[in-house]
């Protein structure tokens, strides 16, 4: 246990100091700020909440994520370090684990950095816009939801830097395969699988409560319903009164108002993402440990 810790702190100590990751965190904070208040008065509680998330699901941190988690099997500064490590007697999966461990940390404790605070300000602060029920059980089962991802983007990049061993190649195979592969099961609507598809229902998450594991409020589908209808009423008015009927524009349903779901299963999601990260790892030690270095 103790040399798992001594890599661990020394690797976090050197991403600590890192600019990409400082960079990251301040690109992060700006651009949910800049979320926070493009919405403020017009977003419900849950769609808010929901938008904050989905930079960190979908893109653009996806990228910065890969590039820390492909790193330190590709880099000859962490070949070396891997090298004096292991003339030691400590195992290959424990220098592996470290640094696994370390980037999840940085990666997860940069999240809840930026994104708790905001989340709080939406659920506390008086705003204009309609009322809406969001639970304790659903910001938290929504941020585990989407530390789960990010975790599965960690060893998806650990494990292709691995194979790969070449930084820029690892990345640019990530991409061509995560984006694609994503948009074909969002296709098929499966939130346990996509991260497209997941930002859209985490309204749903975000309305649930711990006993009863439904929405208390409409979908969003309804609030559409009820729009069109009253086009409708306005259209039949404006004829009775004697004027030509007024083609109203319809109101074209929003980002998450695409969602069809009225229920979230919490532990298939949680099934769906993890399961996978944990075999990306295994591979991932599987094949550092038969690599000659």
């Known amino acids: 246990m103790l040399p798992f810790l001594a890599i661990f702190r020394h690797d976090l100590r050197i991403l600590l100091k890192s600019w990409l990751l400082r960079s990251w965190f301040v690109a992060a904070a700006l651009l949910t700020l800049l979320l926070l208040m493009a919405s403020w008065a017009e977003l419900r509680t849950a769609p808010l909440i929901a938008s904050l998330m989905v930079p960190w699901l979908v893109f653009p ?3 910065v994520v890969m590039v820390l988690g492909v790193n330190p099997l590709t880099g000859a500064r962490s070949e070396a ?3 004096g490590f292991l003339s030691r007697p400590i195992a290959r999966h424990e220098y592996l684990l470290a640094i696994w461990a370390a980037r999840v940390a940085v990666v997860l404790g940069n999240f809840a950095i930026v994104t708790a605070p905001a989340v709080c300000a939406a659920m506390l602060a008086k705003r204009t816009a309609p009322a809406d029920h969001v639970t304790l059980y659903g910001v938290v089962a929504s941020m585990t939801v989407v530390a789960v991802v990010l975790t599965l983007q960690v060893s998806l990049a650990f494990l292709m830097g691995t194979l790969l061993r070449k930084a820029l190649l690892a990345v640019v195979a990530l991409l061509f395969l ?3 592969v994503n948009m074909v099961l969002h296709t098929f609507r499966l939130e346990a ?3 497209i598809t997941l930002s859209k229902t985490l309204p749903t ?4 409560s711990w006993h009863s594991g439904k929405t208390d409020l409409p979908s969003p589908a309804s609030e559409l319903e009820i729009e069109e209808l009253r086009r409708q009423a306005a259209t039949f008015l ?3 009164s004697g004027g030509m009927a007024e083609e109203v524009p319809r109101q074209k349903p929003g980002f998450f108002d695409e969602n069809p779901l009225r229920e979230f ?3 298939k999601v949680l099934f769906g993402y993890g399961v996978p990260a944990i075999v990306a790892l295994g591979l991932a030690l599987l094949a550092f440990w038969r690599r000659d270095l």
């Open 61 to 63: 941190w996806f990228v």
């Open 81 to 83: 370090l891997a090298d």
């Open 178 to 180: 995560w984006y694609p």
């Open 193 to 195: 699988f996509s991260p």
């Open 205 to 208: 998450l975000l309305r649930q």
């Open 238 to 240: 404006s004829v009775l």
């Open 265 to 267: 299963s919490l532990t």
